[in-house]
């Protein structure tokens, strides 16, 4: 098949979003299919077109709602056509912004079937826009534009979780089908196997890890709605139990500055240590770093961090949220906690119990096999077949009510 992938934002940008397509693209290639991106150009506002790694930029502008985001400003006539003569078996788009728009456009202009996979959980970020006045009209307008983009043009409407199937279904009574497929992981880069023993203990010395540490690792967006903040401060609470417990955290964001400040308070800055963005490449070994995965967050559609730390074999745990249970089993590969003592405690007995640790590590990697490239790949391939033979069914239709009428 001949695939388009549109999506606002793509690599050297890092984001859940863009790994989930950089993966799809990789798994849907090595199935021997042809694979085109469409997304905004982060650094100009120049048309612009990749031919060795099939990507097509258009030009953006700053959104000026967050991180440098982007929208795209014109859809050039050259992409139009561009996009044309790639002849699209099917269109995927994974945004609701600009990109998505333009799928739509090139989807009815060009007669080809369109899915769509929602990523986001666009009320726990509607703050950024409103800055917390006007909740519930602005929670309407989100709704209304969720449902407008998730409507029937498009062909098929995939979720990674079955927390975004309930929003659709129970809060938005959306009447379709709707496909949960969890985004795949490249388990083989996160083997723990990858990597010596040398290469641990340098990048460890490096960032001010000593070797009889517990290292809780966070790897996320620096922001308020990942509630780091209660890492922080529950993490104060642990020291005053445990001095050698510290809490890595990794990734950049607009509250990196308040956090590291605050982090500086906790045992006069000893037990808490920010990296800040690190190179994508070099994710892998700093998950290496850790003992155990630990997120507060509640605004995740999947969190795909958490499927990293699994095939890093790294228990993980995790606030008791929907988007995790396809991926954590409490008492199994992690701990799920609803509050600061339940964290505590799971920590704790991690540390204690060290066959319970080795076991839950063992069982990490385990679990995450369910989450190969192969499999999300397959899983989303059957999709495109399902969009274009109902595509194909719709035209037949119509043809059939064209002749009846004459």
Not at 135 to 146: A, C, S
Not at 275 to 295: A, C, R, S
Request: hydrophobic residues 35%; charged residues 30%; glycine residues 6%.
């Amino acid at each position: 098949m001949k695939i388009g992938l549109f999506t606002d934002a793509y690599s050297p940008y890092i984001s859940g979003v863009v790994t989930s397509v950089l993966l799809l693209k990789k798994a849907l290639e090595d199935m021997g299919h042809t694979v085109y991106v469409v997304t905004i150009n982060m650094n100009s506002k120049k048309y612009e077109y990749d031919e060795l790694e099939k990507v097509l930029r258009v030009p953006g502008i700053n959104s000026g709602v967050y991180d440098g985001v982007k929208v795209s400003a014109v859809y050039p006539l050259g992409a139009i056509s561009k996009v044309k003569k790639w002849n699209l078996d099917v269109i995927h788009s994974h945004t609701e912004g600009s990109i998505g728009t333009f799928a739509r456009i090139v989807s009815k202009q060009f007669n080809i079937p369109i899915v769509h996979t929602y990523h986001t959980m666009y009320e726990d970020y509607i703050y950024l826009i409103n800055k917390g006045y006007f909740d519930k009209p602005v929670k309407k307008i989100v709704e209304y534009l969720t449902l407008f983009y998730c409507d029937k043009t498009v062909s098929e409407l995939i979720v990674p979780t079955k927390k975004a199937y309930d929003l659709f279904k129970e809060k938005y009574k959306l009447d379709r089908n709707i496909h949960i497929v969890p985004t795949g992981n490249d388990i083989e880069k996160f083997d723990k196997n990858n990597f010596t023993k040398k290469q641990i203990f340098d990048l460890k010395k490096k960032i001010g890890i000593s070797h009889d540490d517990f290292v809780l690792i966070c790897i996320s967006r620096i922001s308020h709605e990942k509630n780091i903040d209660f890492l922080i401060d529950t993490h104060k609470l642990l020291v005053r139990k445990n001095k050698k417990i510290k809490l890595l955290i990794i990734g950049d964001g607009p509250d990196f500055d308040r956090l590291k400040k605050k982090a500086s308070r906790v045992n006069n800055g000893k037990s808490i240590i920010f990296t800040g963005k690190v190179p994508w490449d070099d994710v892998p070994l700093y998950y290496q770093t850790g003992d155990v995965f630990v997120t507060a967050s509640k605004t995740e559609t999947q969190g795909l961090t958490v499927n990293e730390a699994l095939c890093s074999s790294l228990p993980v745990v995790c606030i008791d949220d929907d988007s995790f249970k396809l991926s954590v089993m409490d008492g199994f590969n992690g701990f799920f906690f609803k509050n600061k003592k339940e964290y505590q405690d799971n920590i704790l007995t991690l540390i204690k119990e060290k066959k319970l640790y080795t076991l839950l590590s063992k069982q990490a990697k385990n679990s995450s096999l369910k989450f190969s490239t192969k499999y999300f790949g397959e899983n989303i391939l059957n999709i495109y077949k399902m969009a274009a033979l109902n595509k194909r069914k719709n035209i037949i239709e119509k043809i059939k009510e064209l002749v009846v009428k004459e």
